[in-house]
């Protein structure tokens, strides 16, 4: 069996066999990769096939820790459908590649990164091929102040080649005089990870955008690029007994295999999370990672899964009797963008919304609320009578959920929405809307996922599974009557100047 390093797109992707292994390295040298002809820059990775080709690629699945990658999504054509044109958009997405969180950094990494350089007999992990490198292994983290919660370089290279993305997807909203003139606008939350992403991602466009700063202070309610900072009734420790118990399941057997190997280090659930952690953080610092090939393809899926249990209990939405995901105010956190969303795209004057392409940087938390808000990625979407809880078990992998956080916060995740205008568009009389959206001069919406069209269950009739602009307002509003209650739900009292349920940050 053999390893050798290749290049994909965009994303970093390393590839595994599903069993602990012997192999032989060799590296091979490749030019960048092209995304509709913009270079992106990438990552080395190994590529390891099993019996019979298998592969594995680790790197989209590291939940908030993988580089980003392009979802699968459901297999729609990213394309805009035969006779539409995308008029407006506009998009949220997470900051790009940082050294390390500080919850994940305080943890999990720190804890094991300080036990191995004060271990006395590293020569032992020698004696097995997939621990070796412990061997001689220092930390990527050289100086915490300036390094946690910062952006890597890697990162501002992927910036700019998302720059480049939404400049050759989106060309004809961004030929215009204000863009030339850099009077065209970019978001930023105020945390020096999101400004250092924007201003990178400026950097790709080339046009001398402006940068406005949004502040992440707790006290702006709704007005704001991070909800779930400004709502005191948020909780981002739900989830962790969750998938606090189903890390106690998976990591037993590895700290078993990895004790045997060296029993004097002592290994532990601390260990071995934040050694899984590190095949994400050393990729997007050192652009690989030894980490990644210390463990099987199960093993690394069990990960995945204990950060979707975290996710889903924390940033997911938990809606009892109606739809369903995990936590009940993420809805209402989600649904200022988007209801600013419906504004941007439903306006047919310049006057509060002057640009026709929209672009925000936040933290990893908002793209999953704007998602639960829009009712995507939902476990029971389909089963509204399903006991949420029930699907996702912690004392074993639900490998059928649609709530995967590797595909919805990867690095730079994003979530957009575009106004399509079609002509000759027909509606599929199966689906919800009626006539008069045919009428409404042939305009749809359709949501994207890091690239990929996410179909919204309640509308899905027109060209490429898109839904008529009239009928999505309808359904934003219908969700905004139940979850809108941004002020009432967040507990803030009328002691907050700048209580609010609206996202106003965008008015011209």
């Known amino acids: 069996m053999s390893r050798c390093l290749t290049v994909l797109y965009f994303a970093s992707a390393l590839l595994v066999s599903a069993t602990p292994r012997l192999w032989s390295s060799e590296e091979v040298v490749t030019s960048p990769s092209t995304v509709a002809g913009v270079p992106i820059p990438h990552h080395k990775r190994q590529v390891i096939e099993g019996p019979g080709g298998y592969r594995f690629n680790v790197l989209e699945h590291l939940a908030g820790i993988a580089p980003y990658f392009d979802s699968p999504g459901v297999q729609l054509d990213p394309s805009p459908p035969d006779g539409c044109t995308v008029t407006k958009a506009t998009y949220i997405a ?78 004809s909203l961004l030929n215009s005089t204000k863009f030339r003139a850099g009077a065209f606008r970019i978001w930023a939350a105020s945390a020096s990870r999101d400004v250092d992403t924007a201003n990178a991602f400026i950097g790709g466009l080339g046009n001398n955008a402006t940068l406005v700063v949004v502040n992440e202070g707790e006290n702006d309610s709704a007005d704001s690029l991070t909800p779930h900072s400004s709502c005191p009734a948020f909780d981002a420790a739900l989830g962790s007994v969750q998938a606090g118990a189903w890390q106690q399941k998976y990591t037993a057997p590895l700290i078993e295999r990895f004790n045997d190997i060296a029993p004097g280090f002592n290994f532990t659930l601390t260990d071995i999370v934040g050694m899984q952690q590190l095949c994400g953080y050393d990729t997007v610092i050192r652009n690989t990672s030894d980490f990644c090939n210390a463990f099987t393809a199960e093993e690394c899926l069990s990960f995945e899964y204990a950060n979707d249990l975290q996710y889903f209990y924390s940033i997911g939405a938990l809606l009892t009797g109606r739809t369903s995901y995990g936590n009940p105010i993420a809805p209402q956190l989600g649904l200022p963008w988007v209801r600013s969303a419906v504004d941007i795209l439903s306006a047919n004057d310049t006057a509060t919304f002057n640009q026709t392409l929209y672009v925000s940087f936040s933290h990893r938390e908002e793209p999953p609320l704007v998602l639960t808000a829009l009712g995507l990625f939902n476990n029971s979407a389909y089963y509204p009578a399903l006991d949420v809880n029930s699907t996702m078990p912690t004392d074993r992998i639900n490998s059928a959920r649609a709530w995967r956080t590797s595909e919805i916060l990867p690095f730079l995740g994003h979530v957009g929405i575009e106004r399509l205008q079609c002509g000759n568009a027909t509606l599929d009389s199966a689906g919800g809307a009626g006539a008069e959206d045919v009428g409404q001069d042939g305009a749809f919406v359709r949501v994207l996922v890091n690239g990929a069209p996410i179909p919204v269950p309640e509308c899905q009739d027109g060209p490429g599974a898109s839904c008529a602009l009239g009928s999505f307002g309808e ?9 809108g209650d941004f002020i009432g739900t967040c507990g803030i009292n009328d002691t907050f100047a700048n209580r609010t349920d609206l996202l106003s940050i965008y008015n011209a």
Do not use: C, W
């Not at 191995?116 to 100086?143: E, G, M, Q």
């Not at 359904?475 to 979850?483: D, F, G, L, S």
């Open 475 to 483: 359904y934003i509003a219908q969700r905004a009557a139940v979850y």
């Open 94 to 171: 997470r900051h790009s590649n940082i050294f390390a969180n500080d919850f994940d950094y305080e943890t999990y990494l720190s804890p094991f990164l300080s036990k191995l350089a004060n271990y006395s007999d590293r020569s032992v992990f020698t004696s097995a091929p997939d621990l070796a490198f412990l061997a001689n292994y220092t930390s990527p983290i050289t100086n915490e102040t300036e390094q946690i919660e910062k952006m890597t370089p890697s990162g501002g290279d992927a910036a700019a080649a998302f720059a480049g993305v939404i400049k050759q997807t989106y060309a």
